[in-house]
């Protein structure tokens, strides 16, 4: 089992940078890979980038594309997004998530979330 705890989350102007932390309790930490989803008020939950268990490959939502960047660290048992040229649009409650298959992360499902971290853009 996997316990997750989000921080880095604020609020920032538009085209600031934010970097989210995503830390994690179990044992298996490694074999999982990760992901962060984020929510929009009003709005369906959507996958935003994954990454998998050796950090060999890495997904991003078209929209995030350039900007944001997943990295993890097994020994720290931590999962990060920095997030760069941020936009009024990206104002959502941001979650870590974990899942023993990648594809699955892509989908928009894990096993395991954490409770989120708010991220506010302003104009």
């Known amino acids: 089992q996997v316990q997750l705890v989000e921080s880095g989350g604020g609020l920032v102007q538009a085209g600031g940078s934010l970097r989210l932390s995503c830390a994690a309790s179990g044992r298996t930490f490694s074999g999982y890979a990760m992901g962060w989803f984020r929510q929009a008020p009003g709005k369906e939950r959507e996958s935003v980038a994954a990454?998998?268990?050796?950090?060999?490959?890495?997904y991003y939502a078209d929209s995030v594309k350039g900007r944001f960047t997943i990295s993890r660290d097994n020994a720290k048992k931590a999962v990060y997004l920095q997030m760069n040229s941020l936009k009024p649009e990206d104002t959502a409650l941001y979650y870590c998530a974990a899942h023993n298959t990648y594809r699955t992360i892509i989908a928009g499902q894990a096993n395991y979330w954490g409770q989120g971290t708010h991220v506010t853009v302003s104009s």
């Open positions: 990454i998998t268990w050796c950090g060999g490959n890495t």
